[in-house]
């Protein structure tokens, strides 16, 4: 006998993480204003949304019906909620899925969640170690991702690729610094939101990312301290190398010489990627290693199924 499939109400908060999450088996209803500004952009976007992902007006949500409500961030669970639900949906079923590590303090920052009645989903396991979770029963579901089938590491393009949005805007804890430190001594283009601020490409369209970035020789993470990128694992999931800093998840994701090159050392990364410019064979055989790595961690198979079970466990079904 199937299973029932669940309705949840949720915010478009990040694209690409709300394109994975609707390959779980419901329907996810996504808040939509006029003009769809940040956070309620509804279903837009140049994803290839499936026929569960449905667009919601928040003039239509409280004549609604849902089991469960899917947060994304603190004003979503401190404003929204009261601006646009009625009492009796705010009574429902509540995930909050926290997409970042702390950032005030990294250790004794309390979660704005302090609830015993919902469900607080981390990402990593770095970030539910780093946050005081306070009251709030905490589970992690690791990232999992989808990359086209015919999309293979080809490598023969001898630069380095950035992926990240909004880069300069978000600064030394994303790493601008070091990109522009890197970029200064090695070939290197940064692609994705407003990276024309930072003499970058641009945004490329999510579908056709991991296309393009498999002509590089290697991607190139700068973060200092952050949530494990998706960039990242979409990355390694197609066997481009992976360059990055150890800090937060990375440090358990790569291991530094055998299945990509990670350290704290800026020095020792430069010339990692020095020699992944000079020796395709390398990067190749590098970069193979990162893919079995992701596929054996990241798959959206699992990613999916740990989704189905957290949504079935706080709704009851």
């Not at 970058?200 to 590089?216: E, R, V």
């Amino acid at each position: 006998m199937s299973m029932r499939r669940l309705k949840v109400l949720t915010w478009h908060t990040h694209g690409s993480y709300l394109y994975y999450l609707s390959q779980a088996p419901h329907d996810f209803y996504v808040l939509s204003k006029p003009g769809r500004p940040p956070g309620y952009g509804g279903r837009c976007g140049h994803m290839p949304w499936g026929d569960n992902v449905h667009d919601l007006p928040v003039a239509q949500v409280r004549a609604q019906e849902f089991d469960c409500i899917l947060f994304q961030d603190d004003h979503q669970w401190e404003k929204d909620q009261y601006a646009f639900l009625t009492p009796a949906q705010r009574a429902l079923p509540r995930i909050y899925l926290e997409h970042d590590p702390p950032r005030a303090h990294p250790t004794d920052t309390p979660h704005p969640v302090d609830d015993p009645n919902v469900l607080l989903v981390h990402v990593t396991p770095f970030n539910e170690l780093m946050w005081n979770n306070g009251r709030t029963p905490t589970t992690v579901i690791e990232h999992g991702v989808l990359v086209p089938d015919n999309v293979r590491y080809r490598g023969e393009l001898e630069r380095g690729l950035v992926i990240s949005n909004h880069l300069s805007r978000r600064g030394r804890r994303m790493g601008a610094d070091l990109f522009l430190r890197a970029r200064a001594e090695l070939p290197l283009d940064l692609a994705g939101m407003a990276a024309e601020e930072l003499g970058g490409i641009g945004d490329i369209p999510h579908a056709q990312l991991p296309a393009f970035a498999s002509h590089y020789r290697f991607l190139f993470s700068p973060i200092r301290y952050a949530s494990l990128g998706l960039a990242v694992i979409e990355a390694m999931m197609s066997g481009i190398p992976v360059v990055a800093f150890a800090t937060a998840e990375m440090a358990t994701v790569i291991e530094d010489g055998a299945n990509g090159y990670s350290d704290t050392r800026f020095a020792r990364l430069a010339d990692c990627m020095r020699e992944l410019l000079r020796s395709p064979s390398l990067a190749r055989d590098i970069g193979q290693a990162g893919r079995r790595r992701a596929q054996e961690r990241f798959s959206i198979e699992r990613f999916s199924a740990d989704w189905d079970a957290a949504l079935r466990q706080v709704t009851g079904s």
